[in-house]
């Protein structure tokens, strides 16, 4: 199931929620079934060299390397 975006118009909160494209969730917050679900932007492919090198360096810190290909892990 999808992760969607959505606005509650009794308590004015916003949540997402794990929930297929026909439901109609409740209100985590209050319970209300007056949900509206929000356009979400679409996620870009983080192919940019800045988005690369701080996910290596992450990686790094945190002790793998699955960022890096095989030819630059050496082996």
Do not use: T, W
Request: charged residues 25%; aromatic residues 6%.
């Amino acid at each position: 199931m999808p992760l969607y975006g959505f606005h509650c118009g009794n308590c004015d909160k916003n949540s997402e929620l794990l929930v297929g494209f026909s439901d109609k969730p409740r209100c985590p917050h209050c319970g209300a079934r007056n949900m509206e679900r929000m356009i979400s932007r679409p996620a870009s492919p983080g192919r940019s060299k800045g988005l690369i090198s701080a996910a290596r360096a992450q990686a790094a810190r945190e002790g793998h390397f699955s960022n890096y290909s095989r030819k630059e892990r050496g082996g």
